[in-house]
């Protein structure tokens, strides 16, 4: 079975010190040591990453990594929108199966600080369908339609939004990595601006720098080597429209809601059996329609959990979501998210996660999206 | 004794308030009041720009003063919005203020320091003996792209300072510079408004380079932060300076007389310079003063000072200036720009 053997996620932040290769390396060689793998040993990487075309015009990131490693290794760049890192692991996921190869290192990075936030909203906005664009559509613009959509419908507020980033923005508080290291209220949240009604400030995840990296391997003897080691028991990815306009329903990502099915049934679990789960808010509605379309909890009735902050650390809950922060407070360098997902459910199943751990889990699943639900990646790890 | 013998100041009467601006926008004026620390901020008239604004505080420097225009070596004039791209501001305010023709000239240009980069020059000036006195104006009538964060702060003002050796207010103990390449705010040739790279201008722009000046000055001098009695730093909104004070070890009440952002806005060139005449309102012979400025692109000079009992006839209330104000609408303001 695919085996995580190694990870390593950088800080995420305003990290103008470091330029996106620099960050790769950081989390390629951190990777790299936490395995106890030498770089030869390593067969192909797959490096996902949405904006180094767009905003740096440096699009052959493969040959990039190849010089910087001194490597001839197949180096594959993956391009999917906010879901780069979870389809660059699922090729990686993928690559094992179909080839020769037995060890593949996943990384995912982005750079988004060092360019007016403008540029980086145009560059980000080229992920949504070109004539959602034409009608002025943004991503806040897009998500916002979506939550308008599923309060008016469900009979929830605002509110039910702010105890997401209230929830996330308290793991960060945990996390040493996140971006922000602040705790928030509800009143904090409601008194925000607005970005896109009824979307506010700290509704939204940030524009972030870092980059995270995973090895995954089939090598038996590399698995019994490692120091801690958690399996991959489903990985899917799931497509949908790229507009919304084109979707039959909106109080819910399709894409989630298959690859999600398929990496249950793939796994041979089912959503009672996850106890940790980093799931994709890159806005707080994204979350509450995450849970409901990864099975967690019953479509319409996620305003009302969200309400009880069952899934926040400390809460005597045995199912947590988003320790690391969540994309909200963790930060949202696109394409290192969906790795740094993965692998913070890998510290979570290898017990270190510090301040953050949770008591004793045995499955976690990790779900990243592209666009407002073009594309969805699922993955399951289990130990 | 080295120093700044005399001083005057400029503010154009027109004021827009942040609520204004933000109304216009359709933002919470509160959220933008509450992060920038700025209410109003003033604004030059349509017939007015640098130059004017400079040649106005050049006047009040000068006048009732005990010293001779002749004897000016120089004029040396720091701004980022000089009327001409090529054609010396300074010359036109040599001319204005009828110095004569024995003089140097010349405009300088660094972002919200290109005055005090300027001061050091002109102290250079003095003491070598090359002039008697030297006049050093900061002016700007600073503007920003309609919707940037830049229009709530963005503002308009002069001070002139004459640089000399005889009966001087403000004794000149040291200074120090820090500079570097670091691109935070720019603006390109034949291009209106400025661009910035958002919270990039604050931790490895303003407060490095500030901190980076201030920590070597006091180094050099072997003076401490409860060595002076009152501090000015460059003010891009009232939150920075205040932010660079306590992390530097001085405390609130040094810096907070020196907040003229507040009811201003940043005046660039003149910005830290508006904060000594503040000061200088309040300030009593043996105290000493540390300023420092800050210019984008990037670069800080600091200035210990020790204010003389020449002060006592030479204070000017920057108080009474502002008194006279007009507030006007956006729609004015645009006008004006």
């Given at each position: 079975?695919?085996?995580?053997i ?5 800080k995420?932040g ?17 990777a790299l040591k ?14 996902g990453?949405?904006l180094g075309?767009?905003?740096e015009n ?8 190849a010089?910087m ?12 929108a906010c ?13 094992i199966?179909?080839?020769q190869?037995?060890?593949?290192l996943?990384?995912?990075?982005e ?9 980086v909203?145009?560059g980000?906005?080229?992920a949504t ?6 009608a002025g ?11 308008r959509y599923y309060?008016?419908?469900y ?5 039910h ?6 929830k ?5 508080l ?17 008194a925000s601006p ?6 506010k400030?700290?509704?939204s995840?940030?524009?972030?720098d870092g980059?995270s990296?995973?090895?995954i ?12 080691a958690?399996?991959?028991?489903a990985?899917?990815?799931a497509t ?20 999600a ?5 793939e796994?041979k ?5 996850i ?5 994709h ?7 509450l ?9 019953k ?7 969200m ?10 809950s045995?199912?947590?979501?988003n320790?690391?922060g ?10 290192a998210?969906?790795?740094?997902q993965i ?5 979570q199943?290898?017990e270190?996660?510090?301040?953050r ?6 499955y ?9 639900g ?5 993955t399951?790890l289990?130990? | 004794?080295i120093g700044i013998c005399d001083?005057?100041?400029?503010v154009p009467?027109y004021r827009?308030?942040t609520?204004?601006i933000?109304?216009h926008?359709?933002?919470n ?5 509450n992060s ?5 901020k003033a604004?030059?008239?349509?017939d007015?720009d640098?130059l004017?604004?400079?040649y106005e505080?050049?006047?009040m420097?000068l ?10 070596g ?5 701004s ?12 036109i305010l ?6 004569g ?6 405009d ?5 320091k290109?005055a005090?980069g300027?001061?050091?020059?002109a ?9 008697q ?11 920003g792209?309609?919707?940037d964060?830049?229009?709530?702060s963005a ?5 002139t300072?004459i640089?000399?050796?005889k009966?001087?207010?403000?004794e000149?103990i ?13 603006r ?6 400025p661009?910035?790279a958002?919270?990039f ?5 303003y407060?490095?380079?500030i901190?980076g000046?201030?920590n070597s000055?006091l180094?050099k ?8 009695t009152?501090?000015?730093f460059?003010m891009?909104n009232g ?8 992390r530097?070890g001085?405390t609130?009440a040094q810096v907070?007389e020196s ?5 201003l ?13 503040a000061?200088?309102?309040?300030s ?5 003063i540390?300023?420092?400025s800050y210019g984008?692109g990037?670069?800080?000079?600091a ?15 920057l108080s009474?200036l502002?008194e ?7 729609d ?5 720009l």
């Amino acid at each position: 079975m695919t085996t995580i053997i190694g990870h390593h996620t950088t800080k995420f932040g305003e990290l103008w010190q470091h330029s996106l290769f620099d960050l790769v390396k950081q989390s390629v060689f951190g990777a790299l040591k936490d395995s106890g793998l030498g770089k030869d040993e390593v067969e192909a990487i797959f490096f996902g990453n949405m904006l180094g075309g767009v905003l740096e015009n440096n699009l052959h990131g493969g040959a990039k990594l190849a010089e910087m490693l001194g490597l001839n290794i197949p180096i594959f760049r993956v391009e999917s929108a906010c879901a780069s890192g979870g389809v660059a692991f699922n090729l990686g996921m993928n690559y094992i199966t179909s080839s020769q190869a037995k060890t593949v290192l996943v990384v995912g990075a982005e750079k988004m600080t060092d360019y007016a936030a403008d540029a980086v909203i145009s560059g980000l906005s080229s992920a949504t369908s070109g004539e959602e664009q034409e009608a002025g559509l943004t991503f806040p613009g897009l998500y916002a339609m979506l939550a308008r959509y599923y309060l008016e419908k469900y009979s929830y507020t605002e509110k039910h939004l702010a105890y997401v980033s209230v929830k996330n923005h308290y793991h960060g508080l945990l996390n040493d990595n996140a971006h922000f290291q602040k705790k928030i209220t509800v009143a904090d949240v409601l008194a925000s601006p607005y970005v896109a009604d009824p979307l506010k400030v700290l509704d939204s995840s940030p524009i972030s720098d870092g980059a995270s990296a995973l090895i995954i391997t089939t090598d038996k003897s590399l698995i019994k080597k490692a120091k801690r080691a958690v399996s991959v028991l489903a990985s899917e990815v799931a497509t949908d429209s790229i507009s919304l306009s084109a979707r039959k329903n909106l109080d819910e990502l399709l894409a989630t809601r298959i690859a999600a099915e398929k990496a249950f049934r793939e796994a041979k679990i089912t959503p009672k059996d996850i106890s940790i789960a980093e799931v994709h808010d890159c806005f707080s509605i994204a979350e509450l329609l995450a849970m409901e379309d990864l099975g967690f909890w019953k479509k319409g009735t996620a305003g009302k959990h969200m309400e009880t902050m069952s899934t926040m650390h400390g809460n005597g809950s045995d199912f947590i979501v988003n320790s690391s922060g969540g994309l909200k407070a963790a930060g949202h360098p696109v394409g290192a998210t969906g790795i740094k997902q993965i692998g913070e459910v890998y510290l979570q199943l290898t017990e270190q996660a510090g301040k953050r751990q949770i008591h004793k889990p045995r499955y976690g699943l990790a779900h990243n999206v592209g666009g407002s639900g073009g594309t969805a990646v699922v993955t399951i790890l289990g130990n | 004794m080295i120093g700044i013998c005399d001083y005057g100041f400029y503010v154009p009467r027109y004021r827009i308030s942040t609520e204004e601006i933000a109304r216009h926008w359709g933002k919470n004026p509160e959220q933008i009041l509450n992060s920038l620390g700025i209410v109003e901020k003033a604004i030059g008239g349509a017939d007015e720009d640098s130059l004017t604004m400079a040649y106005e505080s050049a006047v009040m420097a000068l006048c009732d003063s005990d010293i001779d225009r002749k004897q000016i070596g120089a004029v040396f004039v720091g701004s980022e919005t000089h009327p001409y791209a090529v054609n010396p501001t300074a010359t036109i305010l040599g001319e204005y203020l009828d110095i004569g023709n024995d003089y140097l000239a010349y405009d300088t240009q660094f972002a919200c320091k290109a005055a005090t980069g300027a001061i050091i020059s002109a102290l250079a000036h003095v003491k070598a003996g090359f002039s008697q006195y030297v006049l050093v104006s900061g002016t700007d009538k600073a503007t920003g792209q309609p919707g940037d964060a830049l229009e709530y702060s963005a503002g308009s003002a002069a001070v002139t300072c004459i640089i000399g050796s005889k009966n001087v207010l403000l004794e000149y103990i040291d200074s120090t510079s820090f500079s570097s390449d670091t691109p935070d705010f720019w603006r390109r040739s034949g291009i209106s408004h400025p661009s910035h790279a958002g919270r990039f201008t604050g931790e490895p722009a303003y407060f490095h380079h500030i901190f980076g000046a201030v920590n070597s000055l006091l180094k050099k001098t072997r003076l401490k932060p409860k060595d002076f009695t009152r501090i000015i730093f460059h003010m891009p909104n009232g939150v920075f300076p205040v932010k660079a004070a306590l992390r530097l070890g001085f405390t609130e009440a040094q810096v907070k007389e020196s907040l003229v952002v507040k009811q201003l806005g940043n005046s660039y060139s003149a910005s830290a310079l508006m904060g000594l005449c503040a000061v200088l309102e309040i300030s009593q012979p043996g105290e000493r003063i540390l300023l420092a400025s800050y210019g984008s692109g990037a670069g800080s000079d600091a200035f210990a000072f020790k204010v003389t009992k020449h002060i006592l006839q030479k204070r000017k209330l920057l108080s009474k200036l502002l008194e006279r104000k007009e507030n006007i609408s956006y729609d004015t303001y645009r006008k004006f720009l």
